[in-house]
């Protein structure tokens, strides 16, 4: 362990005795074979959130849905996962956009919020039918904004914001983070490009759907329940996630090191969260009634080692598309 490591380790137990993460225990992992045991380290942490303050589940790639006394919040929610080739070397920037209706119903509830962390297709192909048919408020870039009324929702449902906004949703509280997108192995962005209007023709395909910039949120689920840090991709703005704390990070494990010490970085900002999972490393074109399997140009295995290297006394979880989590990323039955 480096000297920085060790003296960041000091400081995160010495510096909060009530917060609503988990205690620490071994790494929880989900997926047969894919991760060793942690090693032992302090077992007094936090106090564990309460029983039934929120629960979580991966509705894979970077998308989330969180439960909170009956209230539901998604992230990036993408769950039609139909093929564009990315994954056999024939990808298709024509690929028609389209949506499987049940699926999406038969997932994500009856939201009343959904966070947009940028406008790719993995993260906003199912948003407008969310929106549409159950009328939850949008909060994204001004980039998904113009894309989601081209697609056909009510502009008075969305949000627009820029990164710094603190938001209460009646008690979920949701703090906008201004973020980056990760790059390839070029440090090149993948679809880049941002919309200041209207597209001009309503979009059809996943080449007419840009970034338009990139955010992550902080949500505290009510009083009783944890702080969750969620990225819809790997990278970040260092400077506006620094002194954020989360109880919970939902990290995405990079497919190239272009960007300089991702995880080291990233946990020193985020202050060590008690439990850190990972995501956006599976192939999200394979259906959500099939186990994960793993994107070949993430490592997986390396992310979750280098967590436990760089911040001991984190915990990592690896999710399964079929598991429900409590307020401490732990299953529930």
């Known amino acids: 362990m480096s000297d920085d490591t060790h003296a960041r380790g000091l400081r995160k137990f010495g510096r909060r005795t009530m917060l609503r993460g988990a205690a620490l225990s071994a790494a929880t992992p989900l997926l047969p074979g894919t991760l060793p045991t942690a090693a032992a380290a302090p077992a007094v942490r936090r106090a564990a959130p309460a029983a039934g303050a929120a629960t979580f589940r991966w509705l894979g790639t970077a ?7 009956g209230r539901t919040v998604l992230f990036d929610p993408y769950v039609t996962r139909f093929p564009t080739g990315l994954f056999t ?27 947009v962390s940028h406008s790719h297709w993995d993260h906003l192909a199912d948003v407008p039918y969310i929106a549409a048919s159950t009328g939850a408020r949008v909060v994204g870039t001004e980039t998904t904004y113009h894309l989601l009324v081209a697609l056909g929702v009510d502009p008075a449902q969305i949000s627009v914001v820029k990164g710094g906004e603190v938001l209460d949703f009646d008690g979920i509280v ?43 949120y902080q949500v505290t689920a009510g009083d009783g329940g944890p ?107």
């Open 174 to 216: 949701v703090e906008v983070v201004a973020s980056l997108h990760s790059r390839n192995k070029q440090r090149a962005y993948f679809a880049p490009g941002r919309l200041a209007g209207p597209p001009p023709a309503r979009p059809e395909t996943i080449g007419d759907l840009p970034e338009g910039d990139t955010l992550a």
């Open 227 to 333: 702080s969750a840090f969620l990225m819809g991709a790997s990278d970040f703005g260092e400077r506006a996630a620094r002194g954020l704390r989360p109880d919970l990070a939902m990290v995405a494990v990079p497919t190239s090191a272009s960007t300089h010490r991702y995880v080291p970085r990233l946990l020193a900002a985020l202050g060590d969260p008690d439990v850190v999972v990972p995501v956006h490393w599976d192939d999200f074109e394979r259906p959500l009634d099939l186990p994960p399997r793993t994107d070949p140009s993430a490592d997986l295995d390396a992310f979750a080692a280098q967590v436990r290297r760089e911040s001991p006394a984190t915990r990592v979880v690896v999710p399964d598309y079929r598991t429900l989590y409590g307020a401490d990323m732990r299953p529930v039955s």
């Open 63 to 69: 998308g989330w849905r969180i439960d909170v006394s």
């Open 89 to 115: 070397g024939a990808f298709d920037r024509a690929t028609r956009l389209c949506t499987d209706e049940a699926a999406v119903r038969e997932r994500v509830g009856r939201p009343e919020l959904v966070l």
